[in-house]
């Protein structure tokens, strides 16, 4: 009943007037959305109706409310999501559309950042192609480049999307690794807040921890610079995780320097090193 109202007022000539009932209703489906995995009425196929009616309502429509109340439903299932929830997400054609939503709204582009945040944590390879066919690279990253308010558009979501989706393509990993990127980073490192830097740092680490011996002059670019140095910052952070995970790229990474790491081209490793066994101690 709560998806044949949806619908019906959807469908309305005027559906401007009707987004207060669509408020409502889709309050609704996100609170019975909180009882997946809890209560066995409530079920994948209802998950997948939900999906459904706001990909609808989403549709060309890129200064609509509910877009933020999609964005909640999805924070209620971040939990509980499973391919299958992804595969919803895809076969509905949300990305195409929040993909727009960043290209084009005014209002909402935070959300679509939440969204490729979210989806780009569970995605598999498969998925990421499909995701490539029409997410560009050189538009994402200037976009990241060119925003000035930290409130309408998130660089901590945007660092988590590029953090996700390096490990899939090594076209990512050198335009991340560009001048004009790596530039941008350092000014996160130095004017951004905590949270800027934590997020440019975890997408520096996860630059490295995506490089191959193919992509061997990737890293000694990063390390020929300060930029590392600056970014050992991160270790500030009480996340043992994060702590761990940067132990293992140091640990892969400085065996494959070892034998390229004199010379003028890398004249901030030795400083890099001096300084790492400084936060070692």
Known sequence: EFCELFQFYLEKPNVNQSFHVLMIISSAFNNIS???????????????KIIELYSFALEDNFENKLISRFTDFLQILKDKTNKTIISLLFEYKLPLEFY???LNSQSFKNNSLYFFAFITKFIDEKDFLLLKEFFDYKTF?????????????????????????????????????????????????????????????????????????????????????????????????????LIIQILRVFD???????????????????????????ILD
């Open 141 to 241: 990253l200037d976009l990241m480049i060119d925003s000035k308010n930290p409130s309408s558009f998130k660089l901590s979501y945007a660092f988590l999307i590029l953090e996700n989706m390096m490990k899939y393509d090594i076209e990512l990993l050198e335009m991340v690794a560009s001048d004009d990127f790596l530039i941008f980073i350092m000014k996160c490192f130095n004017d951004g807040e905590f949270i800027i830097k934590y997020s440019a740092g975890r997408c520096l680490f996860s630059a490295l921890s995506a490089a191959t011996i193919q992509s061997l002059e990737v890293i000694k670019k990063l390390f020929s610079s300060e930029i590392m140095l600056i970014a050992l910052d991160i270790f500030e952070t009480d996340t043992p995780d």
């Open 252 to 278: 892969c990474l400085l065996s494959r320097l070892r034998d390229v790491a004199d010379g003028d081209e890398m004249e901030f490793y030795e400083l890099f090193e001096e300084r790492f066994l400084q």
């Open 100 to 102: 727009q939503i960043l």
């Open 34 to 48: 909180r009882y997946f995995n809890v209560d066995e009425n409530v079920t994948i196929e209802m998950i997948e």
